[in-house]
C-alpha cells in the first residue's frame, strides 16, 4: 500500500481577499445607491421614449378623444398630468435597492389589467420600471467593480 501524499498550500493570499470581502460586505449602501442610480435613470428613459426596447402601446382610440376634448392630445403616454412619472421614488439601505410609486393606479400601468366601472377597461402593460439590458451590464459592472 502506497504512503498518502500530502500537499500544504500557503492559502495566506487566499484569506486575505476572503477577509477583505467580507468586510466589504459590511457596508453595501454605497453599492445599493449607484444601484438605486440605475433604476432612476431607466424610469426616467422609459418614460421619455414610451417604452424600451418596445414601445407602449398605442393610446385607445377612446382615450385620444378624450384627451383631445381636455386639450391633452397629442401627448405622451402615461404623462397627461405628469403625477406617475413625479411619483417615481428610490430607496436604498444596505441590503436593497427598491423603485416605485405610492400611486393607487401605478400598477395597472406597469402590469396592465381591467380598470374602470365593473372592471370594463383593459389597460395595456405598458412597463415604465424596466431595465433594458445595458442597464443590467451596470448593475453587474457595478457589482463586479465593488468586490473587486
Known sequence: MSEPIEIKLDNKEI????LDLAK??????????NIAGVFAYSTEE?????????KWADLAE?????RTK???YPGQILQVSGQLASS????YDNDSAVIGSNLDYAAIH???????????VTIPARPY???????????????KNFLI
Open 46 to 54: 422609459n418614460f421619455k421614449e414610451e417604452g424600451r426596447p418596445d
Open 15 to 18: 484569506e486575505s481577499r476572503l
Open 129 to 143: 420600471l424596466q431595465l433594458n439590458n445595458e442597464e443590467i451590464i451596470e448593475v453587474i459592472i457595478y457589482i
Open 88 to 91: 417615481i421614488s428610490t430607496y
Open 110 to 120: 406597469q402590469l396592465g389589467g381591467q380598470a374602470g366601472k365593473n372592471q370594463s
Open 24 to 33: 466589504r460586505s459590511e457596508n453595501l449602501r454605497p453599492l445599493m445607491k
Open 70 to 72: 381636455t386639450g391633452h
Open 62 to 66: 377612446s382615450t385620444k378623444k378624450q
